[in-house]
């Protein structure tokens, strides 16, 4: 069964700090990540996607990627109360003859004012 | 404005009933998709379609059925044989299949399935 494996947290931060969320992935194969982000009772959104190795950045969020060690990565500068939520990584499996998106049960961030 | 409609956003039935749940999407997306959400869990799939008039079983696809007889269109029935059916369904779509960044997935509002 291929796995997207993340700590459900709750990971604390004070206001203003680096939150550092992180992934593992047991499907050698993936070739796309990315990161949801979802505020309680509501749909996820997408925060960032990530296919090759290294860093990408988008604003205060960067995504890192290692398939080496199988393992992708959201740091989220300067943390906001309103980035409080559940962030929930995924990367793409092989499924038949078409591909699905694995999902983590995700890891819940809270920043504290 | 392009979306995902999902309805009805909070729905109970009975033991026993079928209830189904819709999705219509006028994104122009090729492919839809369904996942079922339970507390503090991941998503997972239930079923998806990549082309009108064909649909492919997820991981948890028993007491599930679908039809996909238009492109705009992907509605889920939960049956009575699914036996533990309260959670959040999600509807999503993508431009293509969902293998590279340029067709990610985008999210309905939800739908929140109590059984009583």
């Known amino acids: 069964q291929k796995e997207v494996e993340q700590n459900s947290g709750p990971l604390s931060v004070p206001e203003g700090a680096i939150a550092s969320l992180n992934c593992t992935y047991s499907d050698r194969g993936s070739q796309s990540f990315f990161w949801y982000r979802q505020y309680s009772g509501k749909s996820p959104e997408l925060i960032m996607s990530i296919y090759s190795n290294g860093d990408k950045e988008d604003g205060r969020f960067t995504a890192q990627l290692n398939k080496a060690s199988q393992y992708v990565s959201l740091l989220i500068r300067d943390s906001q109360p309103s980035d409080s939520a559940t962030y929930l990584c995924?990367?793409?499996?092989?499924?038949?003859?078409?591909?699905?998106?694995?999902f983590g049960s995700g890891t819940r961030l809270l920043v504290r004012p | 404005d392009g979306g995902i409609t999902q309805s009805p956003k909070y729905l109970f039935r009975k033991e026993g009933q079928n209830v189904t749940l819709s999705c219509e999407q006028n994104l122009n997306h090729d492919a839809m998709y369904w996942y079922r959400q339970d507390p503090g869990q991941g998503l997972r799939l239930i079923y998806y379609?990549?082309?009108?008039?064909?649909?492919q079983k997820g991981d948890i696809a028993e007491g599930y059925s679908v039809s996909r007889e238009k492109k705009e269109s992907f509605p889920l029935t939960v049956t009575s044989a699914q036996k533990n059916p309260t959670a959040f369904y999600l509807c999503?779509?993508?431009?293509?299949?969902?293998?590279?960044?340029?067709?990610?997935?985008?999210f309905g509002a939800g739908s929140r399935l109590t059984v009583l």
């Open positions: 999503a779509s993508s431009k293509g299949q969902a293998s590279s960044g340029a067709n990610v997935l985008t």
């Open positions: 995924a990367g793409t499996g092989r499924m038949d003859s078409s591909y699905k998106l694995i």
């Open positions: 379609s990549q082309i009108v008039n064909d649909f």
